[in-house]
């Protein structure tokens, strides 16, 4: 999959003519700011799940999208500041704790958490796809499909984990009236 990625990136690259870009648009300095900034809140409340699971294919999974978020929201701070963009305020990273100190009725299930995760990972593959369709210039474009496709990544390793631990959400199964599954 990522060969197919980086094979699609290297033709779009080869495709345009940008020497020296234009100045970026307030659709993309906006699309550009707000992802960061979802980072950025993402990067807060992963860290505090790693503090409330003991659970350590989880755990993984959170320190594996926190470690991805950290390297998208490096390249967007160079980039912004590169095109001479405000940054959004970050948030101070959340102290280490002992998640079997944590009260019940405080303390959120694994279950949530993993659901939570799924959630800021769909948006962020959401946001960074429609970046990726308007932005005009090819170095925008390509670095929110990159981003994408990275999120994309992960949230198929999360599906996995939720699907063999039963905590993904799936609604209910819709069967046609006249088909032989449905009931009469």
């Not at 197919?4 to 080869?14: N, P």
């Not at 505090?48 to 003991?54: A, D, E, L, P």
């Not at 991805?68 to 280490?96: C, S, V, W």
Request: with cysteine; proline share 6%; aromatic share 6%.
């Amino acid at each position: 999959m990522t060969n197919v990625l980086e094979a699609a990136i290297d033709t779009i690259k080869s495709l345009t003519n940008e020497k020296k870009p234009q100045p970026l648009h307030v659709g993309e300095v906006m699309a550009c700011w707000f992802y960061l900034a979802g980072l950025e809140l993402a990067k807060v409340t992963v860290q505090s799940g790693i503090n409330t699971t003991n659970d350590s294919e989880l755990q993984n999974m959170l320190k594996e999208d926190l470690e991805l978020n950290k390297n998208q929201r490096e390249r967007l701070y160079t980039f912004l500041l590169k095109e001479g963009i405000t940054l959004p305020p970050a948030h101070e990273d959340m102290p280490h704790s002992d998640p079997n100190s944590i009260p019940f009725g405080v303390k959120l299930k694994d279950e949530v958490l993993a659901n939570e995760l799924s959630l800021k990972i769909a948006s962020l593959i959401i946001r960074a796809a429609s970046t990726h369709a308007e932005s005009i210039r090819t170095d925008v474009g390509i670095m929110f499909l990159q981003f994408q496709a990275e999120k994309v990544m992960l949230g198929a390793k999360l599906k996995q984990l939720m699907l063999t631990r039963g905590w993904i959400k799936i609604p209910p199964l819709f069967v046609p009236p006249g088909t032989e599954h449905s009931q009469t």
